[in-house]
């Protein structure tokens, strides 16, 4: 019997024998003692008597109970924030063993991390404690396994139970919004308003209202050229975009979280407007103008012209040609300079003035753009052109009674040449004998001094025509002849007088018995001498044509003696004449004739008039 009288429910006892067995199992943990009172009796006495003993019996305990917790799956939270060595949870293992080391619970702590274990177990007490600064945005959760086991001697006996863990951390707003989007972003200048230009997206680790982000611009938006979807973060044209006037915008963007505090983060966020072909090349001047020297080899530099393009890339870069047109195939255009350049030897005298209204310059954007100009150039004159005489030879007849100074013939040379190279100045080369000057800016030839036919009646000379050009002159000449006309200037002159003729008193009529001779310088009829008699005579007539005296009658007397005075007049109008003596003898003698005086003096005071006695 024990002390909850029931033993006899554990034990039986072989009444004759008195040995003690197990009659079902003991459980240490149900019954640990067991106090049993035996009675014995002695048959052998009569009456018989009887006895007690009192059995105590210990159950030695066996490890056969594993410690157990009281959950099978646990869910522990905590803020990522807790400073280390913060208690998280006790676990509570029972383990229904009796004695003291079968039921002596140890902790031990399992994780599946690779990394640092996070959290620290006390062995004994099942304390859960931070071992190291708890980030959520690392790790959300954490699966923990932690196990139980008892302290049985042996250790092959030890018994164990596991419970899973997840420790979830809960999140504080410790995290700032981060930009995942390109701090970098390109718009086209001529999107319409309203267009997308960018997302900007940031990401924020944290949870809930921590990790929400909202969008704002904070500086670089003053003209309002953007907008921002505070929600969303998509940014869009708020106004026309003109890359000409600004290429670039430096926008300062914020992304805040909505936790409490907030916690923001900013952005410089560059904007880069791309350029679209609007803007037209612009010339730097409309008219260009430039000279160049005729004669010179192709290639000379004439000018370089310039354009501007607002635009970007391609659609800025220009190229340059020349339009066809007047004389544009005498010049060629570098297409990427704009310097121009001859393509040909240029004449002035040809065509002294280029304008060319066709000077382009087109971009290379697409659709291209283009703009032109104009170009005046003048053709610089070379001296290359000798003065040209209007005819190859000059030929003039003049009266010998010009009076001097008097213009006879102009001549007149021209020049193709420009400037000094083409003013033509005049001379004469050649020996005039000073009948004749030029006027050397005229050509006008003029008499220098009276003129005399019976002296020369022919000039011939040179003329030149000179340009006035101060490096290397040049010049031509031409052949002038003037011919002297007659003038009824010079009296007949007899070739003697007097004439004296003696005459045989038989001579037989019609018998030319004298003759007179005369001449005049003059030409033509001014010079054809015809003779007459100033007195008719009976006895005697003169031949006009050949001045012989003819005799008419016979002589009247062997001592007949005359004098006949005989005109010799030319045909000019009015007639120049002479008078000679003729003196006809019929005695064969000699009639003297002399001068009153032997020797005649006289005084002329200078400057006396022509004609004067």
């Known amino acids: 019997k024990d002390d909850d009288d029931d033993g006899c429910a554990h034990f039986e006892i072989d009444s004759l024998t008195g040995d003690l067995f197990l009659s079902r199992e003991l459980d240490y943990e149900t019954a640990s003692h067991f106090l049993l009172q035996v009675m014995i009796r002695d048959y052998t006495d009569n009456p018989a008597q009887n006895s007690t003993v009192f059995l105590s019996i210990d159950v030695e305990d066996q490890n056969d109970h594993a410690p157990?917790?009281?959950?099978?799956?646990?869910?522990?939270?905590?803020?990522?924030?807790?400073?280390?060595?913060?208690?998280?949870?006790?676990?509570?293992?029972?383990?229904?063993?009796?004695?003291?080391?079968?039921?002596?619970?140890?902790?031990?702590?399992?994780?599946?991390?690779t990394g640092e274990n996070l959290f620290l177990l006390h062995p004994s007490h099942g304390t859960l404690s931070t071992a190291f600064p708890l980030d959520r945005e690392v790790s959300g959760s954490v699966i923990l396994t932690v196990s139980a086991a008892d302290q049985a001697v042996n250790l092959s006996d030890r018994r164990r139970d596991s419970l899973a863990v997840k420790v979830v951390l809960l999140d504080t707003n410790d995290n700032s919004p981060s930009f995942t989007s390109s701090p970098h972003s390109c718009v086209m200048e001529d999107v319409e308003v309203g267009s997308l230009v960018h997302h900007i997206t940031a990401k924020d680790p944290d949870e809930g209202r921590n990790g929400q982000v909202s969008y704002h611009i904070l500086s670089g938006n003053e003209n309002k050229a953007f907008l921002l979807d505070k929600s969303t973060g998509l940014l869009s044209t708020a106004q026309p975009l003109d890359r000409e006037s600004q290429q670039q915008?430096?926008?300062?963007?914020?992304?805040?979280?909505?936790?409490?505090?907030?916690?923001?983060?900013?952005?410089?966020l560059t904007v880069s407007v791309l350029d679209v072909n609007d803007e037209t090349p612009v010339f730097l001047k409309q008219l260009y103008e430039a000279t160049v020297h005729e004669n010179q080899d192709p290639g000379v530099f004439v000018t370089k012209v310039e354009a501007v393009d607002r635009d970007a890339g391609l659609n800025s870069l220009l190229r340059y040609?020349?339009?066809?047109?007047?004389?544009?195939?005498?010049?060629?255009?570098?297409?990427?300079?704009?310097?121009?350049?001859?393509a040909a030897s240029l004449d002035r005298e040809t065509q002294e003035v280029f304008s060319i209204k066709g000077k382009s310059c087109h971009d290379l954007g697409s659709p291209s753009r283009s703009s032109t100009a104009q170009l005046h150039l003048i053709v610089l004159d070379d001296n290359d052109h000798?003065?040209?005489?209007?005819?190859?030879?000059?030929?003039?007849?003049?009266?010998?009674?010009?009076?001097?100074?008097?213009?006879?013939?102009?001549?007149?040379?021209?020049?193709?040449?420009?400037?000094?190279?083409?003013?033509?100045?005049?001379?004469?080369?050649?020996?005039?004998?000073?009948?004749?000057?030029?006027?050397?800016?005229?050509?006008?030839?003029?008499?220098?001094?009276a003129l005399d036919q019976e002296t020369k009646a022919q000039y011939t000379f040179r003329a030149v025509a000179s340009d006035c050009s101060s490096h290397l002159p040049r010049s031509s000449t031409v052949s002038v002849v003037v011919h002297v006309g007659d003038v009824n200037d010079n009296n007949p002159i007899f070739l003697q007088n007097p004439v004296m003729a003696f005459v045989p008193p038989e001579t037989p009529?019609?018998?030319?018995?004298?003759?007179?001779?005369?001449?005049?310088?003059?030409?033509?009829?001014?010079g054809a001498v015809v003779f007459s008699l100033v007195t008719a005579e009976a006895a005697f007539r003169v031949d006009a044509q050949t001045g012989d005296i003819i005799l008419q009658q016979p002589l009247a007397s062997k001592l007949f003696s005359t004098q006949l005075l005989v005109t010799a007049s030319d045909q000019g109008s009015p007639p120049q004449t002479a008078t000679a003596v003729v003196i006809i003898f019929t005695e064969e003698q000699e009639e003297e004739i002399s001068f009153s005086h032997s020797l005649y003096e006289a005084s002329v005071p200078e400057n006396s008039a022509a004609g004067g006695h």
């Open 509 to 526: 009529v019609n018998q030319a018995v004298a003759a007179v001779r005369a001449e005049d310088e003059d030409l033509g009829s001014n």
């Open 249 to 268: 915008y430096s926008l300062t963007v914020m992304a805040l979280d909505d936790g409490s505090p907030a916690l923001s983060t900013t952005q410089l």
């Open 321 to 342: 040609e020349i339009l066809p047109g007047n004389g544009y195939e005498k010049f060629k255009m570098n297409s990427e300079s704009g310097v121009l350049v001859t």
């Open 386 to 449: 000798s003065p040209l005489f209007a005819k190859t030879q000059y030929q003039i007849s003049v009266r010998e009674d010009l009076e001097e100074g008097s213009a006879i013939l102009d001549l007149s040379a021209s020049d193709k040449d420009d400037g000094l190279n083409g003013e033509v100045f005049y001379s004469l080369i050649d020996d005039t004998f000073g009948a004749f000057a030029i006027n050397s800016v005229t050509g006008a030839i003029i008499t220098a001094k």
């Open 68 to 113: 157990c917790f009281p959950d099978d799956f646990l869910v522990i939270g905590i803020e990522e924030n807790v400073p280390v060595g913060t208690l998280l949870y006790t676990f509570n293992a029972k383990d229904a063993d009796g004695s003291f080391l079968n039921s002596k619970i140890q902790y031990s702590l399992e994780t599946k991390s």
